[in-house]
């Protein structure tokens, strides 16, 4: 089993940046690919970013492209995703997730593991 707990949303301004935290344990995190998923009131839970196990491959969902950063470290055993000129449809509960596996996924059925979540609100 592998548990996750999200930390870092809150209420920011258009424009404003966040950075969102994942601490991982029960397992060795190296050996998982983790992602960031949200889903806003009313929607499905939609594809952020994801990363694989060393960090040298990422993969973004298009309209996070130059505005979000997902990273990790393994000696933490923490993923991050740093979120710069948030915008008011960026709202939504941030989940992280986790899949053992070498590949990069951007599907949400694939990951095993998810986090609680956390609330991320931008004001226009």
């Known amino acids: 089993q592998v548990q996750l707990v999200e930390s870092g949303g809150g209420l920011v301004q258009a424009g404003g940046s966040l950075k969102l935290s994942c601490a991982a344990s029960?397992?060795?995190?190296?050996?998982?690919?983790m992602a960031w998923f949200r889903q806003a009131p009313g929607k499905e839970r939609k594809f952020v970013a994801t990363?694989?196990?060393?960090?040298?491959?990422?993969v973004y969902a298009d309209s996070m492209k130059g505005r979000f950063t997902i990273s990790r470290d393994n000696a933490k055993n923490t993923a991050y995703l740093q979120m710069n000129s948030l915008k008011p449809e960026d709202t939504a509960v941030y989940y992280c997730?986790?899949?053992?596996?070498?590949?990069?996924?951007?599907?949400?059925?694939?990951?095993?593991?998810w986090g609680q979540g956390t609330q991320v609100t931008v004001s226009s």
């Open positions: 997730a986790a899949k053992h596996t070498t590949l990069v996924l951007n599907s949400s059925h694939i990951y095993d593991y």
């Open positions: 029960g397992r060795t995190f190296s050996d998982y690919a």
């Open positions: 990363i694989n196990w060393s960090g040298r491959t990422t």
